[in-house]
Nanobody, 127 residues
Framework: EDEIAQHGGGSVQVGGSLRLSCSAS??????????MGWIRQTPGKEREVVAI?????????TEYSDSVKGRFTISGDTKNGLFLQMDSLNAEDSGTYYC?????????????????WGQGSQVTVSS
């Protein structure tokens, strides 16, 4: 059974909003510190960790890349999984978004360090 199952994605016009979600019941727990995040692959660019949530039940800490800060919001818990609310989308946000998880106590900003990956969700922002 896959550890992470993603949902959401789609197409939206510039300035619009989308919400991504993933379930990761085998990873998110109140009994241990975990890292969950959203990593994106946009055309012509390296993979980028855009949002991180960490802690026991993901309640401790959130972090955002400069490219999405103030526009994207990560949230999650043991019951509902992980979400990424994306507002004020622009064309540069188009790409494939991956829900990722890791059991490390310190969350990495390097995509290669993340152990568990969802299948990816396509996001297309058009003008």
């Amino acid at each position: 059974e896959d550890e992470i199952a993603q949902h959401g994605g789609g197409s939206v016009q510039v300035g619009g909003s989308l919400r991504l979600s993933c379930s990761a019941s085998k990873i998110i727990t109140v009994n241990a510190r975990r890292c969950m995040g959203w990593i994106r692959q946009t055309p012509g660019k390296e993979r980028e960790v855009v949002a991180i949530a960490s802690g026991y039940g993901l309640a401790h800490y959130t972090e955002y890349s400069d490219s999405v800060k103030g526009r994207f919001t990560i949230s999650g818990d043991t019951k509902n999984g992980l979400f990424l609310q994306m507002d004020s989308l622009n064309a540069e946000d188009s790409g494939t978004y991956y829900c990722a998880g890791d059991t490390a106590t310190s969350c990495s900003n390097a995509p290669a360090d993340w152990r568990y990956w969802g299948q990816g969700s396509q996001v297309t922002v058009s003008s």
